[in-house]
């Protein structure tokens, strides 16, 4: 019940297409959906978050959709370039207790 | 711009060595991370610590320890290196609420021979 389930594993996408990935979850009591973004080398960091009393947050070209019901989010990239060819963690966490993170998803954006 | 630092970026061990992997913040952060990173097994946290002297075990503690002395610091220890412990390992930090939005450090790669 504390898993994150992120899919796909890995994907590649034209410049300039959208990029979508989308992670599940069981918990109920999530409160809090962040998304990392980890270039080679790096630590993750922070891209995105969203809470559950909304059904989408955007920044820029990256959005976060929330369907509380289905107990679904799932973060689009649009117009995606080269340089947001990274690795994307989703996550959840219930109040003060540790991140549950999906396993990641490989995004290769290839002009 | 809060900053995360780890000892190394590299490290070679042998099996059976103590190993210390050290993490700074300098943010005034309460809640302080330690993960591994594997190839498709994504992030695993091993430790974390909520305040001074207070730790907590994640889900794959077994292996390692962990010491909290000051607010900043959060020190890993491997007490007798093993090969399966051949990692990306990650510190973290986080302010008290939430504890969603963590500040990672650049990770160091280990590596026991």
């Known amino acids: 019940q504390q898993q994150v389930k992120q899919s796909p594993q890995s994907l590649i996408v034209q410049k300039g297409g959208i990029s979508i990935i989308n992670c599940a979850y069981e918990n109920t009591a999530f409160d809090y959906f962040p998304w990392y973004q980890q270039f080679p080398g790096k630590g993750p960091a922070l891209l995105i978050a969203i809470r559950p009393d909304v059904s989408e947050k955007k920044e820029g070209r990256f959005t976060i959709s929330f369907n509380k019901s289905a107990k679904q989010f799932s973060l689009h990239i649009m117009d995606s370039q080269p340089g947001d060819s990274a690795t994307y963690f989703c996550a959840a966490i219930s109040g003060n207790t540790p991140l549950v993170f999906g396993k990641g998803t490989r995004l290769s954006v290839i002009a | ?113």
């Not at chain 2, 889900?59 to 962990?66: H, L, T």
Request: with cysteine; aromatic share 12%.
């Open chain 2, 1 to 113: 711009d809060v900053k995360v630092t780890q000892s190394s970026r590299y490290l070679v061990k042998r099996t059976g060595e103590k190993v210390f992997l050290e993490c700074v913040q300098d943010m005034d952060h309460e809640n302080m991370f330690w993960y591994r990173q594997d190839p498709g097994l994504g992030l695993r946290l091993i430790y974390f610590s909520y305040d001074v002297k207070m730790k907590e075990k994640g889900d794959i503690p077994e292996g390692y320890s962990v010491s909290r002395e000051k607010k900043e610091r959060f020190s890993l220890i491997l007490e007798s290196a093993s090969t399966n412990q051949t990692s990306m390992y990650l510190c973290a930090s986080s302010l008290g609420d939430p504890w969603g939005e963590q500040y990672f450090g650049p990770g160091t790669r280990l590596t026991v021979t």
